[in-house]
Structure formats: C-alpha cells, structure tokens
C-alpha cells in the first residue's frame, strides 16, 4: 500500500476525518466562491447546519450544467494566483469545463494516482508507459505525475503511434501501459494485423492500467486473454480530479475510493435522495480536500453500487461496483433501458472478440429504432455470405433474448465509424423527443 | 493446382466497388475474373487476379478487410446440359458447393467454372476420378 495509514485506515476513523474535512470544503467553497453561496443562500442551506455526515442530504447538487455555466473559472474558490494547472474535460455531449488546482491540489492528484498503480502491484521497479494523450485531458498528465511519485520509470509517450508504442514496450522494458481500454484492445488488433512477429507475451508487459471510458467484464476478458496481461481499472472524472479517484487492487473485485479525498454517496436519479449503502443507483462525489476548484456533491450521472465488505487486499476503503453505464448514455428504446455497454457485451459474447461499434438510435414513425453498425475486421470475416449472414443472425437473436430489444445490425468496413481521441464515439442518437 | 481468390469485405453503397478497384488499379493488379455476392446492406467482391498477395495486401494497407480462399477451376463442356451433368456429379460425390461463378475466357471449346468446394482436397480427388479436368493455376492467371 501506498499510504497505509490511509488507505487502510478504521472506518469509524476515516468518518470522523471525512467530518472534518467534509465541513471545511463546504465552507471553503461557500465563502470563497460567489456561485456556491448564492446557490446555497437560494438554498436555504448554511454551512452552519452541517454538523454530522448525514445532513449531507440537506447540501444542494452541483450539476454539469452549473459547471458549463461557469466557465471557465466561474467554480474556482481561490485567487488566479494560486491556480498552477488547468485541465479541461473533452465535453463529449456540450461545452466543455474547466477545472483548476493549485500546488496542494496537484500534489493529491499524484497521491491518489500513486496508490492506485501500487495497488496494481507496481513499485519503483516499474517501468510505466504512459500511452493517454496528454493535455488538457486529465489522463496522460495525471498518470505521469502519479507514475513519478511512486518512483517507477515513467515513459511519457502519449496517445496514437501503436508501432512507436511496441518498440518501447520491448526495448524500455515496459511492465504497465496506462490507455484506454479501447487503445488497448487496437493494440491487440495492430500485432495481429501488421506485426505477427511481435510476440507481446516475450515483453515484459503485465498489466494495462485502463480507464477514461466505461467497459465491461468481457472486455477485460478479451484483454488479458488476447495480450496475456493484467487489465486493471482505473476511475476517475475531470470535475472531481481525474483518474485515480477509485481504482482496482489486484483482487479486480470493485474499486476503492480514495475516501480521504472524495466523498461519495449514492442517490436515486430521479429523485435525488440518498439511497442505502448497497443500493445501486448513481455516484455523486464530493471533494473534501481539493482547494483550487472544490466539487460539492457532484452529481457524476454515473450508475453504480458502493460496499464496504472488507477486501482481501486489507484496504478498508469503500468499494464501489465497476461503472458500465452512465445514466446520461442510458437508452431509452421502445420503454426498455440499455446501457451501451451491455450492447457490447453481447457483441462479445457473440464473437468472442471486441468490434468497434456504434449504436444508432432513431425514431421512424412513432417507434424507436435501434441500429448496431459492426466493423468487420478479419476475424469476422469470410469470403461465403452464409457465414456472415449467420453472423448477423446471431448477433440480432442475442440482443433479443439478453436486452429484450430487436436491433438490426449492420456490417460495416473498418475504420468507417467515428473516433475521437482514441475513443470510439459509441451511441448517436437522432431521436428528437 | 488451386485458384487463390481474394475476397473482400464491401458496403453495398456507391462508390465502395470503385474504391476498391482504384486500389487494386494503383497497385498494379490486373483482376482476371470477378464475382459479387450482395445483400441488401453489404457484399463479398470475390476476384481472381494475377498476383493475389499483393491485392490483398494493397487493401489491407488501405484498411479494407479481405482473405484469401482457395478454388478450383473445372473445365466444362460448353454444350447444353454439361454443368447439369457436373453438378449431379459433385452432388453423386457428395461435395458440397458453397459458391460458383463463370471464368470470362473460354480453353477452346471448353467453358471454364469456378467452385469452392465445402472441402478442396476431397472434390478434387472426386473429380480426378471422374475425369474432370482441373485447370492449373499458373494457366488461369498467365505467367
Ligand atoms: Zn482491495
């Protein structure tokens, strides 16, 4: 463990620390940023009446709209100053946000980060490349400075030039990538593609620190078993830090928040309230250390579940549930809700591989419409239409009897569907409602 | 004694057939016959050409996805009645056709057919004995 005292810490002593520091943010944030005491004297709500962990509920939401209607640094609760970075979030679906931190901040950025690669087994023996682009997005600098903190060699080659990136993995040494778990899965394809002679499984690759995108439990399968590494998953969101607010120890069974840092709650998403421990519903986090731009309860619209059985690994940090679906991506088709990612799944299962794909959602007339474009690489390939027609098939009938949706698939020519950053643009929805 | 084919992977969507050509064009391929399988979204090019690593490697370059199948190409009397008669025989002999297409050029009086057979090496020795002649690779694609 990075930082034992912490990460294994008593829970009755970690909530009396949360308390603490949870009552400081709040008041940081209300004296010291115009847009959070207005929102909070509207409110009714003083930081006053917050006096233990359960009048939380009474704190009003901070929302992805109030953060775009501030920006760029309409959240920032402390003077320019003392602001030494900015990273911004890509805004998939608007405009984007902007978020600050000052020395302090940067340097909890790194801890977090350092632990969640020691809880993946790596040390300062390590040699991590670091395969995020780097930038404005909090990815490829955030690993980095994690990556130095430990102590590991840290290859700061970035995003993109898969071939750059085996030449390093062989000839530094390599033992973590930090990517995308997409990225990861095009790397699988690049050796198979172009260089059947690299055999990744000689290198010293062992595991792939995967996160920035949602993915599900058969993908992590299809990348251990196709590159013979370890596939962790790391989690994180610009708004609150970055990567590494929770992340996988080695017993892959959920992710452990960095509680000294982040204070996470689950609530309905229709309703807001606060839901049980154990609940599933959606993951809103509060920062209770951050200076520059503190994020009171935040609300992620990420869907998940927190428990706080001990793990094996001795942290006694609460877990939360790997996050496979957003609530914003959450389709609606025909009354029944999918997830993107359990579309995947299926994809996978079906195949045994992992195509890129992209789901279309329409409406003709007064019905929805769901189309699944499927890149055909070679493996899915055959020169005989029976084969791929049965490939069709399949993949429609299990949609049906796992999702309860009929989608029509589409086979499609490689590289035909959009990606951006290296992250596939996975849903495009045309319905207007 | 096999054809090698290349087959390549293509939306049914204009201009997706002369992207394809354009590659093979540029590559310096010179496409001896050529077949398409569609459905109503996408289609298999299926083509014999001269030099069959090399298309497929032009188009894989350029991100298509293509393979390489073997085929056997059959001489048949160009007479009433003989694909008939060479069908029922594949069929006394139980090979299983997956797909046929015409060879453009005829050998003499012959017509010249394409199969892929279910399973090569068995229909050729089927064949062999039923006095088929299976024309050479090195005759259909020149050199
Ligand atoms: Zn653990």
Not at chain 1, 98 to 118: H, I, M, N, Q, S
Not at chain 1, 156 to 180: H, Y
Not at chain 1, 298 to 323: A, Q
Not at chain 1, 333 to 361: C, D, K, W
């Amino acid at each position: 463990m990075f930082n034992k005292e912490f990460e294994a810490m008593p829970v009755n002593k970690m909530k009396e620390l949360q308390l603490e520091r949870l009552k400081w943010s709040i008041r940081h944030a209300y004296e010291n940023n115009p847009f959070y005491r207005k929102k909070y004297d509207d409110a009714g709500f003083n930081p006053d009446q917050f006096k233990t962990l359960d009048d939380m509920r009474r704190v009003p939401f901070l929302t992805k709209q109030d953060m775009r209607g501030n920006y760029p640094f309409g959240l920032f609760a402390v003077p320019l100053s003392k602001v030494v970075r900015v990273h911004s979030s890509s805004g998939t679906t608007g405009n984007a946000t902007v978020v600050g931190y000052t020395k302090g901040d940067v340097e909890v950025f790194a801890e977090v980060v350092a632990r969640c690669l020691a809880a993946y087994g790596a040390t300062e023996n390590d040699v991590i490349q670091v395969a995020y682009g780097y930038g404005l997005f909090t990815g490829g600098l955030g690993l980095h400075y994690g990556a130095e903190k430990l102590g590991a060699l840290t290859v700061p080659i970035s995003g993109g030039n898969t071939e750059r990136q085996l030449m390093l993995i062989k000839d530094f040494g390599t033992t973590m990538i930090a990517c995308t778990p997409s990225y990861m899965l095009n790397i699988a394809d690049y050796i198979e593609k172009k260089r059947p002679d690299y055999d990744i499984r000689k290198t010293k690759l062992k595991a792939g620190i995967l996160g920035a995108e949602p993915w599900s439990e058969a993908m992590r399968g299809e990348i251990e078993s196709r590159l013979g590494i370890q596939a962790y998953d790391i989690y994180g969101l610009s708004e609150v830090i970055g990567p590494g607010v929770s992340c996988e120890c080695q017993e892959k069974a959920g992710l452990h928040v960095h509680e000294d840092h982040f204070y996470v709650e689950i609530i309905d998403p229709d309703t807001g309230e606060v839901l049980p421990e154990g609940e599933k519903g959606e993951i809103v986090y509060t920062t209770i250390t951050k200076e520059a731009f503190p994020g009171i309860r935040y609300r992620s619209r990420d869907i998940t579940r927190l428990y706080r059985e001990p793990c094996k690994c001795g942290r006694t940090l609460v877990r939360m549930e790997k996050v496979t679906g957003r609530s914003d991506d959450m389709l609606i088709i025909r009354g029944v809700n999918v997830f993107p990612s359990q579309i995947e799944t299926v994809l996978m299962e079906a195949e045994g591989t992992e195509p890129h794909y992209q789901i279309i959602v329409d409406r003709k007339g007064a019905l929805d419409d769901i189309e699944v474009k499927v890149e055909v690489n070679e493996k899915l390939f055959s020169d005989e239409l029976k084969v791929l027609d049965g490939l069709k098939r399949r993949i429609e009938d299990r949609m049906r009897s796992v999702l309860g949706i009929s989608a029509k698939i589409t086979l499609v020519e490689p590289l035909t569907i959009a990606r951006s950053e290296g992250k596939a643009v996975r849903v495009v929805d045309k319905r207007k409602i | 004694m096999n054809v090698t084919q290349l087959s390549v992977f293509m939306e049914n969507k204009p201009g997706h057939l002369q992207g394809v050509l354009k590659i093979l064009a540029e590559a310096g391929i010179n496409i001896i016959t050529l077949t398409i399988a569609e459905t109503s979204d996408f289609g298999i090019l299926r083509m014999v050409v001269n030099k069959p690593d090399g298309g497929y490697e032009a188009l894989k370059e350029k991100g298509y996805t293509a393979s390489l199948t073997d085929v056997l190409a059959i001489e048949i009397d160009d007479t009433p009645g003989s694909l008939l008669k060479a069908i029922d025989t594949f069929s006394r002999r139980k090979l299983n056709i997956e797909y046929m297409y015409a060879f453009t050029e005829k050998r003499g009086d012959r017509a010249v057919m394409l199969f892929r057979f279910e399973d090569i090496e068995l229909a050729k020795k089927a064949l062999n004995e039923e006095g088929y002649s299976i024309v050479k690779k090195i005759d259909i694609i020149g050199e």
